[in-house]
C-alpha cells in the first residue's frame, strides 16, 4: 500500500493537575504529555489534534501549556490543535487562532487547513454536566462552512462523540442529540469525527461517517469494570490516524510498553 497522504497524531484527555500535585497522587500529568509529544515525533505527523480535557479543573488554566505547546509544534515542525472539552475554561488562551482560516461562534470553534485536508474544531460544552452540547448557532456555522468541500476531505474534532459506547453510563454523557449533527453532515465531505471523553478506545459510526474516540493520556475507563462502577486504570494511549485517498487506518499506541516477546528484521 502506498504512503499515506496525511499523517494526525491524537492525543484526548490529559486532565493536568496543577504543577507540584499528582492526579489521583500518583501519576504526573505535565510529563505524561511531554511523553506523548515525544512520541508523537517517532511518526512525523502533519498534524497533532489535542480534542480537550487539558485540565482537571477549569480554574488550572495557565500560560505554561500554551509554552508548551507552542515548543512542541516548532519541534515536531507541524501545528499542534487544541479544543476544550467539559473540565476546561472555553476561554483560555490555548485555543489560539493564528493558524486558523476560520473562526465559528465559541471558543474552539476553528478551521484549518492541513495540506489538501479541513479540520475543523467544535466546542461541545459540558461544564458541570457532563454531557456535551452544540448551540444551533454553531451547526449553522458548520453546515455554512461544509457548503466548501475541501480536495482531500473534512476532520471533525470535538470532545465529546456523538455516538453511543459499551458502557451503559458513558453512554449517557457523549454528544446530545446527535441527530442534529448528523443532519447536518449528512452529504458533506466529512469523512472522520474525532473525539475524546470516554476515556477508552472506541470505534463507531455516526450514519455513514466514521467516529474515533481515542484512548485518553491520563487514565483509561476499565470497560470490563464490575457492574455499577467506574474504574480507572493506569494505561495511556495516544492514537496515529493516516489518511489515504479514499479510506483511513486508526492505529492506538500504548505509551507504557510491555516487555517484548520478540523483536526482529522486518521481512524482505
Known amino acids: 500500500m502506498a504512503a499515506a497522504d496525511a499523517r494526525f497524531i491524537h492525543i484526548t484527555d490529559l486532565h493536568l493537575t496543577s504543577n507540584d500535585q499528582l492526579l489521583y497522587d500518583r501519576i504526573d500529568t505535565w510529563q505524561r504529555l511531554c511523553t506523548a509529544l515525544s512520541a508523537a515525533g517517532h511518526f512525523t505527523p502533519d498534524a497533532v489534534l489535542v ?17 508548551l505547546i507552542d515548543k512542541a509544534s516548532q519541534e515536531l515542525d507541524c501545528p499542534v490543535l487544541v479544543l476544550p472539552g467539559n473540565h476546561d475554561n472555553p476561554n483560555a ?16 470553534d476553528h478551521v484549518y487547513r492541513i495540506g489538501d485536508m479541513r479540520v475543523m474544531t467544535l466546542n ?19 453546515g455554512s462552512e461544509l457548503q466548501t468541500v475541501a480536495p482531500s476531505g ?14 451503559d453510563f458513558l453512554s449517557t454523557v457523549g454528544l446530545a442529540d446527535p441527530r ?21 478506545p472506541t470505534a463507531s459510526m455516526l450514519g455513514a461517517i466514521p467516529v474515533w474516540s481515542g484512548p485518553a493520556l491520563a487514565y483509561q475507563q476499565n470497560a470490563y469494570a464490575p457492574r455499577g462502577t467506574l474504574q480507572g486504570i493506569d494505561a495511556p ?16 499506541v500504548p505509551l507504557d510498553i510491555p516487555t517484548a516477546l520478540f523483536s526482529r528484521p522486518l521481512p524482505n
Not at 461541545?124 to 458548520?142: I, K, M, N, Y
Not at 447536518?184 to 474525532?194: E, F, S
Not at 494511549?237 to 492506538?252: E, K, N, R
Open 51 to 67: 480534542t480537550g480535557d487539558l485540565y482537571n479543573s477549569e480554574s488550572l488554566a495557565t500560560s505554561d501549556l500554551t509554552a
Open 93 to 108: 488562551d490555548i485555543y489560539g487562532t493564528d493558524q486558523a482560516v476560520a473562526i465559528g461562534p465559541e471558543p474552539g
Open 124 to 142: 461541545t460544552h459540558g461544564q458541570g454536566a457532563l454531557q456535551g452540547h452544540l448551540t444551533d448557532t454553531q451547526l449553522d456555522w458548520l
Open 154 to 167: 473534512t476532520v471533525l474534532a470535538m470532545h465529546h462523540p456523538p455516538t453511543p459506547t459499551a458502557h
Open 180 to 200: 442534529r449533527l448528523a443532519a447536518v453532515l449528512t452529504a458533506t465531505d466529512v469523512r472522520l469525527i474525532v473525539s475524546g471523553h470516554l476515556h477508552f
Open 237 to 252: 494511549g495516544i492514537s496515529v490516524i493516516d489518511f489515504f485517498a479514499d479510506t483511513h487506518a486508526i492505529v492506538p
